[in-house]
């Protein structure tokens, strides 16, 4: 399956609306990001985005209601980036009742702990949506489970771009970001935003001591998880076998992946926050990664089981130990693994195959 879009359909217009875009960094910026930039190449597509990050969105969301009121007289269909942004949905609705309304759902835009936030975007502004878009089973299950009707609920996973060809990279390089030779060592990566849900302190402190001692662990990435990581990593326990690097740029990530064993995406349960769907296991696979990631949430989707990777279960220290030594040797008796998780992704994930699946339904809203 290529990564290239199929021919450009001018006669669909589609207004999409972003709440959280580029340059600022995240998961919702990313995928809202790709979203735009391939629907462009298939449909006729406007997009009103906020590139500020969160400080700006109480003046981004007025903003946005103007111009889309404007926007919205020459498009087919609405498209918003996530169930924040309901609200100008809603608002769009008041002036142009007919108007065809879609929104993709990502998790905690569904169960964000706010009674105000639940009262008038979930029990009142979702309304205004004629579809959803959710980025995974378990998100359109969390989306029934909080009212909305199912008939009105599509799953569309996350896409990803698949490099068309992929090099490992001299292991000095890695040795070099992390200040420590790992020549001769296996490396298993994680990268993300530090979050508690992602459970990267609970695998450090449970799962690291119970591997092999050529196993190290390299964890790229930021959020509020940040002092406590670097706190566990500079105790004497882990020292040479747990490196953070902090927040890595696009060539930093794509030399990682290329050249570590394994990704791990070790989440664990957090009440009010759920992993949507779990992108970056796909970037990782993209490279031919397998994965090893907790059986949760929008990993069921993400993590298919001998085609990608395993999931096991979280919190579950004897299981990821030993699916992590199994993986390993795996690699050195099937050399081929890598190539068949790499096509896997292409086949079912890539940007051309997803954005396909949303011009199919955006289509259909019409």
């Not at 990313?30 to 406007?46: A, D, F, K, Q, Y």
């Not at 998100?139 to 029934?144: E, Y």
């Not at 489970?145 to 292991?171: F, L």
């Not at 992390?178 to 508690?196: N, P, Y």
Request: proline fraction near 5%; charge should be positive.
């Amino acid at each position: 399956m290529s990564n290239s879009p199929v021919e450009k359909d001018e006669r669909l217009r589609v207004l999409f609306i972003s709440r959280a875009y580029p340059p600022v960094v995240g998961g919702i910026e990313n995928h809202n990001e790709t979203i735009g930039r391939w629907l462009s190449t298939v449909v006729s597509c406007e997009i009103i985005a906020n590139r500020k990050g969160r400080k700006w969105l109480p003046f981004f969301i007025p903003w946005a209601v103007g111009k889309s009121m404007l926007s919205a007289r020459r498009a087919d269909v609405v498209l918003l980036g996530d169930g924040v942004v309901a609200f100008v949905g809603w608002c769009l609705k008041l002036v142009y009742p007919n108007k065809r309304i879609v929104g993709i759902l990502c998790g905690l835009d569904i169960t964000y702990s706010s009674r105000l936030y639940q009262k008038f975007w979930v029990g009142g502004f979702f309304s205004a949506v004629d579809h959803f878009v959710a980025i995974s089973h378990s998100t359109a299950d969390t989306a029934v489970a909080y009212g909305i009707n199912k008939k009105r609920v599509s799953v569309i996973p996350c896409g990803v771009e698949v490099p068309e060809q992929t090099k490992p990279v001299s292991r000095s390089k890695i040795s070099g970001l992390v200040g420590s030779d790992l020549s001769e060592k296996k490396i298993i990566l994680t990268v993300g935003r530090l979050v508690k849900r992602k459970g990267v302190v609970w695998f450090v402190k449970n799962v690291m001591p119970a591997l092999p001692k050529d196993i190290v662990y390299i964890v790229a990435g930021d959020g509020p998880e940040k002092a406590e990581l670097q706190s566990v990593v500079q105790s004497s326990e882990y020292l040479g076998r747990v490196f953070y690097v902090g927040a890595i740029d696009d060539t930093e990530k794509k030399m990682l992946y290329s050249s570590s064993d394994l990704f791990i995406q070790p989440n664990i349960p957090v009440s009010g926050d759920v992993e949507g769907f779990g992108i970056t296991v796909l970037e990782a696979g993209s490279y031919g990664l397998p994965v090893i990631a907790s059986d949760l949430e929008g990993l069921k989707d993400s993590v298919q089981e001998g085609a990608n990777g395993w999931r096991v279960p979280a919190k579950d220290v004897a299981a990821y130990v030993d699916k992590i030594v199994g993986t390993i040797n795996r690699l050195h008796d099937n050399p081929d693994l890598s190539k068949r998780i790499t096509g896997y992704v292409k086949d079912r994930f890539s940007c051309a195959v997803v954005i396909e699946q949303y011009r199919k339904v955006l289509g259909k809203a019409c």
